[in-house]
């Protein structure tokens, strides 16, 4: 009876599965929680509240050594961390999608908290650190409120270079790349001045386009622009050249011209190459964007942290990395988001 | 549709060899085949004997060392819509979905709008109407060849090679497909010309069958199939004609790699 059972389903499992394909969807289970990790996530919700009142007490222990309207910035910004903490811990019972946020995040958090308090026992705690190439983090804080305007003025300036010179770059770059990929003509002119030319970093080029150019600002865009070209067309023209002969074969028996050829088959295939360009393209304009300022340009985050290195105001020196690191990684965040919806075809073929 | 007329006048192609420099291994040597408008001819052979890049050739994808190519009398000069091929490997193109890949043939042909609505029709066709909007890399191999199937059916090619295009398919699937396949010649009446290495396809499938010899490929027979459609792959007819095909094959076998020893 019971192996008649188990033959009878069997057979229907393979007559059935004749007609019916499946995917072979992501489990989504992975992220759901068991009983003993949940048991678990009840003390471990404490850990960054906890740490963030520690921070708490080392700051105000801390604090007594320094003026007050120096240190009373931070004190509201760990308080108000803890606070948030606290009410973060309390809504995730309700809130799901909070609650695999912090779990994600809990530990990420916790170390960030310590690290703070360790700065602070080191600078403002026991002055192990000579003043003033040192500030406290409840320094760097106040200097970043007090200076708010001019900072933000400098972040602007720098984002509308950092804007100008990619884009242009990449617009450049993705051109170049796909004719050199695509036609032979253009790789063998177009190949050797790319080798000859691509690999010198583009700040090497400061003096001359200090000397030729008619502003500073248009000399920095273009060397950012410069920085950026090089790899996005190196990689787009290996993406182009490597596109899978047999995708073009199946394109050309199905009526495709060459403009479909390019446009259609090559560059979508070269997408996952190209996007590799335009990350490399990223951290070189970074790095262009921030010389050119300290150099040439008279405004941007570049020049601040220069300017206030200057007048030895090493507080507004780590206020200006801070949001330059905040800055920068906010845009290389929403490239890496462009790239996984650009690319979401990848997904499952390679480590995502 | 009109169907087009096939010949190929000893053909003959070779590649350079991969271990030697500067010396050619001939694939295929005096192909002579003619295929009337509308007739449906199998090619089986062992393998490495060519049968690929014949079909390579007849598409306008390589060009041949000798002999000639002709469509309707004239000489095949590249790749055209009007000669469909499916690969071997179904080569879907990962970065669309199965929709926009069947679509491929009618947006390269730039008719996209005007024929939108026979998307459907091959997705139903094959049987793939549920993974509309599934990327390729989530598709089984035999499902990928399906679609591979359907976007070349789509542009109505008036001549349609297949090389094995049902090979990665069960058995159930594949007898389904067949009658399909068969369907669609018979609506349409396209020259077809293909490649399997499965007998009971031939004779089921085909009005002639070609066997090729051990590469270097040339015709070693040309069997007319007889048999009134529908076929039935039990009768004694069926059978008898699948054994001698398959003791022919068995000959082609030995006598080439006698030649070659
Ligand atoms: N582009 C090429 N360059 C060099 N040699 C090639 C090339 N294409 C095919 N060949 C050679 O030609 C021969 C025939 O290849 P082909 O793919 O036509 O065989 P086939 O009959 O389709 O075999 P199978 O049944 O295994 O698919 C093989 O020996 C192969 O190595
Ligand atoms: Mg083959």
């Given amino acids: 009876m019971l192996q008649g059972q188990k033959i009878s389903r069997q057979s229907q499992v393979t007559v059935g599965s004749v007609p019916s394909d499946h995917f072979r969807a992501d489990s989504a289970e992975r992220y759901a929680l068991s009983a003993q990790e949940r048991k678990h996530s009840t003390s471990a919700l404490l850990t960054v509240p906890v740490t963030a009142a520690l921070a708490l007490g080392i700051h105000l222990f801390a604090a007594k050594n320094e003026p007050p309207n120096e240190s009373r910035t931070y004190t509201i910004v760990l308080g108000s961390f803890f606070a948030g903490a606290i009410v973060a811990a309390v809504m995730q019972r309700w809130w799901p999608a909070l609650q695999t946020r912090m779990r994600r995040f809990r530990p990420l958090f916790t170390v960030g908290v310590l690290l703070l308090c360790v700065w602070e026992i080191i600078t403002s705690g026991f002055r192990m650190l000579p003043l003033p190439y040192f500030p406290s983090p409840a320094g760097v804080v106040q200097s970043m409120i007090n200076d708010r305007g001019l900072l933000f003025d400098s972040t602007w300036h720098s984002l509308v270079l950092l804007l100008s010179g990619y884009l242009l770059g990449v617009a450049a770059g993705l051109v170049t790349g796909v004719c050199i990929g695509w036609s032979s003509p253009a790789r063998y002119w177009g190949m050797p001045l790319l080798k000859v030319v691509g690999p010198i970093p583009a700040t090497a080029w400061i003096p001359l386009a200090m000397v030729i150019s008619p502003s500073a600002l248009i000399s920095a865009a273009a060397l950012i622009a410069l920085a950026v070209w090089f790899p996005v067309t190196m990689l787009t023209a290996s993406g182009i050249s490597n596109t899978r002969a047999s995708y073009l074969d199946v394109a050309r028996t199905l009526g495709a011209n060459a403009r479909y050829l390019v446009f259609r088959i090559a560059i979508p295939a070269a997408l996952p190459s190209i996007f590799v360009g335009l990350f490399m393209g990223l951290g070189a304009s970074f790095l262009t964007l921030v010389v050119a300022e300290s150099v040439g340009v008279k405004s941007g985050l570049g020049w601040y942290v220069s300017w206030a290195q200057g007048w030895a105001e090493y507080g507004k020196v780590y206020a200006a990395l801070v949001i330059m690191a905040a800055f920068f990684s906010t845009i290389m965040t929403l490239l890496f988001r462009l790239r996984d919806r650009v690319l979401v075809w990848q997904k499952g073929m390679i480590r995502w | ?261």
């Fill in chain 2, 1 to 261: 549709m009109v169907a087009s007329s096939l010949q190929l006048r000893d053909v003959g192609k070779s590649f350079p060899a991969p271990d030697q420099p500067l010396t050619y291994r001939t694939v295929l040597e005096t192909i002579s085949i003619s295929l009337e408008a509308g007739e449906l001819v199998s090619l089986v052979g062992p393998s490495g004997c060519g049968k690929s890049t014949l079909l390579r050739l007849i598409a306008g994808l390589d060009f041949p060392d000798s002999g000639e190519l002709l469509v309707d009398e004239e000489p095949i000069s590249g790749p055209s819509a009007e000669r469909g091929l499916v690969f071997q490997d179904p080569n879907l193109f990962p970065w669309l979905t199965v929709r926009r890949n069947i679509e491929a043939g009618l947006a390269a042909r730039g008719v996209l709008q005007q024929k939108r609505s026979e998307v459907k029709e091959f997705m139903r066709l094959v049987g793939l109407e549920a993974f509309a909007d599934a990327y390729p890399h989530h598709l089984s191999g035999g499902m990928a060849q399906r679609v591979a199937l359907a976007r070349a059916l789509i542009n109505h090619p008036k001549v349609l090679l297949l090389d094995e295009p049902l090979g990665a398919l069960d058995a159930f699937t594949r007898m389904r497909m067949q009658d399909e396949v068969l369907r669609l010649w018979q609506n349409r009446r396209t020259t077809m010309l293909l490649v399997t290495h499965d007998i009971d396809e031939a004779i089921y499938m085909s009005d002639r069958i070609i066997i090729l010899t051990q590469r270097p490929g040339t015709i070693e027979q040309i069997i007319p199939i007889a048999l009134d459609r529908p076929r039935d792959r039990s009768s004694s007819d069926f059978l008898s004609l699948r054994s001698e095909i398959l003791e022919l094959l068995h000959f082609a076998g030995n006598r080439s790699s006698q030649v070659t020893a």
